[in-house]
């Protein structure tokens, strides 16, 4: 007697995304409890140490509520979705490094911020596009560093 398994196509595939999914998913709330954790450590540092006029103030609190809220996104949309639409993906990125931009302006410990970008890329972004976003992330960095004024005040040199 000979038993011939039928198999339906693309269940292996279907599981093996399942089983990605899932073994994404616990590591989701680490890396964003670690990210807002670092939010909160850096706007209140920074709040507390900068004498920020009040208009400036409100403005570094709306770019921390807007960078936490952009964080976010990913929690309520599948990570499948960001990798089959790479161009919205990039978009979704970009907002999020300008938004960290903005907010390396007002102090240096928004550094800190960068490991929640990296995680953003590698996690949503698909094969082809982790590279570009990277080079795109690492000449963001580059730049910011090369400005003597922003390397001066990371690293406390007074001239």
Known sequence: MITIKVRRPGTLHRRKVLSRSLNTFRWVFLWHGLFYGALVVVASVTLWQESFLWDDAALFIVLAFLLGGWYGICLVTDSLYWQRSPLLTQGYLAIGWGLWFVLLQF?????????????????????????????????????????????????????
Do not use: R
């Open 107 to 159: 102090h240096w410990l928004s550094w800190f911020l960068l490991f929640g970008l990296c995680s953003q890329l590698y996690m949503l972004s698909s094969k082809l596009w982790k590279l570009p976003g990277l080079l795109i992330l690492t000449t963001l960095m580059s730049w910011q560093l090369m400005k003597k004024d922003s390397l001066c005040q990371a690293l406390k040199i007074h001239q």
